[in-house]
């Protein structure tokens, strides 16, 4: 719920730059100053980035437009630092700087994390194979089953099911003494 608010915030004040960008902008054009196409460029930004804050009411935003409109309004910010002081200037430096701040609470998608079974089901072993007995120990290839004897793939001597289950026991008692 504060993301949402901190976004809302964020359209506010991006709209607020904008309207000062469009006035100042149209003066400096009436004017032929030389500064209009910077004026034009923040005035973009300002736009597209509302549009992203808009966007993120409904659906998460992936981290590099997250960033990118954060180090955009901040650009924009640092450069409206060189703009004559008039009120309007400091009326779209305030609305970038707000904006910019506000961007940090842009939601985007969570971390994922891999688990076990995500691996296994990309090497595209079941539950039922990821048994310990019809994994051959050494080289890792499917086996086709408990009775197997041998490895098909390296030749080797599979352990009995009972053997192997002995094997993984001593393997997890040794780890938790260490």
Known sequence: ???KIFCGVGIAFTLLAAEGLKRIGSLMAAINAADTPYYQAI?????ASAGVFLVS???EIPKIVKYLVTISLFASAGIMLAAPAFPVNQQIFAGLSVAALAS???PTP????KTVMENFKKNE???AEAQPHNICPFCGTKTEGPDQAFCANCGRKLPDHEEQAQDVNRD??????R
């Open 43 to 47: 005035l973009y930004i300002s736009i």
């Open 125 to 127: 072993v079941s539950d």
């Open 104 to 106: 940090f609470a842009i």
């Open 110 to 113: 969570p971390k994922s994390e």
């Open 1 to 3: 719920m504060i993301k």
């Open 57 to 59: 009411f409904f659906k």
């Open 172 to 177: 997890e008692s040794s780890t938790v003494e």
